[in-house]
């Protein structure tokens, strides 16, 4: 497709389960964003990819929350030992350009840590 | 450190009537600033960005920007509302890599037949 792709849509977690998210950039795309949505709220910042290398990480929550991109384009999102503060919608993003000038942004997957 | 405040958390108009969403910022440099529309079940979609350029920033689907050093704002205009604009809005400021976007906490506009 010619969007970022983000799967699943929707993910429901027992607590203390572990979850992946994945996403899948913009074909040719540098630059990888993670980002989180909790309810009735803005995005925050997770972490930052330019191609594999992971530049800014510092946004993660905690050390439970980890993300990689192995060879440059999809990326995974992984939170071990889900936690109810944890339900949120996770958005992916890529941009052309280093840095975020032009990003675009997935549908997001909504995860719901019962 | 670099932040953004949207006065509003909800926006009501009728269609046909001006819009009008204010966004503060806060900035260590010279900030580039964005409005993004976030549609029900849709990505977030860039509506427009300023970056030391103009200082009137035109979008798309009529929505207009003006940065205003003096005051710290970036609020978002369109002449006449459709009920297609109903959405929820983000303002944002980047850092000054582009690594990293600061959301505010977004206005919901309805738009009202």
């Known amino acids: 497709g010619a969007g970022v792709s983000q799967s699943p849509r929707y993910k429901v977690a027992k607590r203390g389960q572990d979850v992946a998210l994945r996403c899948d950039p913009i074909?040719?795309?540098?630059?990888l964003f993670w980002y989180q949505q909790a309810l009735g709220q803005g995005p925050e910042f997770l972490t930052y990819?330019?191609?594999?290398?992971?530049?800014?990480k510092s946004g993660l929550p905690s050390d439970r929350f980890f993300a990689e991109r192995p060879e440059g384009s999809v990326s995974t999102l992984k939170i071990q030992r889900t936690q109810q503060e944890d339900s949120a919608v996770y958005l992916c993003?890529?941009?052309?350009?280093?840095?975020?000038?032009?990003?675009?942004f997935g549908q997001g997957t909504r995860l719901t840590v019962v | 450190a670099q932040s953004v405040t949207q006065l509003d958390s909800h926006v009501s108009v009728s269609e046909g009537t001006p819009v009008l969403l204010r966004c503060n910022y806060s900035?260590?440099?010279?900030?580039?600033l964005f409005w993004y529309v976030q549609h029900p079940n849709k990505g977030l979609q860039l509506l427009l960005k300023?970056?030391?350029?103009?200082?009137l920033v035109k979008g798309i689907n009529g929505f207009e920007a003006e940065f205003k050093k003096s005051e710290t704002s970036f609020h978002l205009t369109k002449p006449s509302a459709h009920m297609s604009d109903a959405a929820e809005y983000f303002c944002?400021?980047?850092?000054?890599?582009?690594?990293?976007?600061?959301f505010g906490s977004g206005t919901k506009l309805n738009v009202k037949p």
């Open positions: 993003a890529s941009s052309f350009l280093k840095g975020a000038n032009e990003a675009f």
């Open positions: 074909s040719g795309h540098v630059s």
């Open positions: 990819f330019q191609n594999e290398a992971q530049l800014d």
């Open positions: 900035s260590s440099y010279s900030p580039s």
């Open positions: 300023y970056t030391s350029a103009a200082t």
């Open positions: 944002v400021v980047s850092d000054d890599n582009f690594n990293k976007f600061y």
